[in-house]
Nanobody, 125 residues
């Protein structure tokens, strides 16, 4: 059974940093796309970042480029999202997602099959 469990969320001041973790079990993701999405109250779920199979490439939403970094550790079976210089508009529930395919990894919700329950990030001004 596939399980994705996010952790690492919390409350920080603007300009601070957090590292989110997505622990993956019951799934071989080394040849699959992995993604991070977020959803703020009253807003739709938006793509934040993806990491391509093997970690050979990453992609980011324009709003987080230069501030967020997605990495992975196959040994730890974990995908990370490091968030630097956080802004109040980054406040949201953050979700980890796994696709059933590799190749191009789009920041589109429909591309992903498995989802975690989310971890809350709150950034104060």
């Amino acid at each position: 059974q596939v399980h994705l469990v996010e952790s690492g969320g919390g409350s920080v001041q603007a300009g601070g940093s957090l590292r989110l973790s997505c622990a993956v079990s019951g799934y071989t993701y080394s040849d699959k796309c992995m993604g991070w999405f977020r959803q703020a109250p009253g807003k739709g779920r938006e793509g934040v970042a993806t990491i391509f199979p093997g970690g050979s490439r990453t992609s980011y939403a324009d709003s987080v480029k230069g501030r967020f970094t997605v990495t992975q550790s196959y040994a730890e079976r974990t995908v990370y999202l490091t968030m630097d210089n956080l802004k109040s508009e980054d406040s949201a529930m953050y979700y980890c997602a796994a696709a059933t395919h590799g190749g191009s990894c789009w920041l589109v919700r429909s591309e992903y099959t498995y989802w975690g329950q989310g971890t809350q990030v709150t950034v104060s001004s």
